[in-house]
């Protein structure tokens, strides 16, 4: 879909953490919005955060207290810890750069066990 590349996705239990991380193969995030999207099974694509470029955060109520964004420009990646883990959690994961460059990744995929 695009030059970003998720990574960190997989299989985890209730309460538990996985990070997700999003590489570009040069620096767009610091001049870049970058939004986490996910997909759960059978349903729309739906925001779950983002981080301006001024390092304003904003979070979907359902992932607020429990997710964190952050990105390191000198590493050309943005990250996404995903703490207290719920099933509902479940899904595919993508991250998007906008408005300078409009990118998505290919996804990654995160199931979470009860």
């Known amino acids: 879909q695009g030059q970003l590349a998720e990574s960190g996705g997989g299989l985890a239990q209730a309460g538990g953490s996985l990070r997700l991380s999003c590489a570009a193969p040069v620096d767009i995030f610091s001049v870049n919005l970058v939004a986490w999207y996910r997909q759960p099974p059978g349903q729309q694509r739906e925001f779950v955060a983002s981080?301006?470029?001024?390092?304003?955060?904003k979070y979907a109520d359902s992932v607020k207290g429990r997710f964190t964004v952050s990105r390191d420009s000198a590493k050309n990646t943005a990250y996404m810890q995903m703490n207290d883990l719920k099933p509902e959690d479940t899904a595919v994961y993508f991250c998007?750069?906008?408005?300078?460059?409009?990118?998505w990744g290919q996804g990654t995929q995160v199931t979470v066990s009860s």
């Open positions: 998007h750069t906008s408005p300078l460059d409009d990118l």
């Open positions: 981080i301006a470029t001024g390092g304003y955060t």
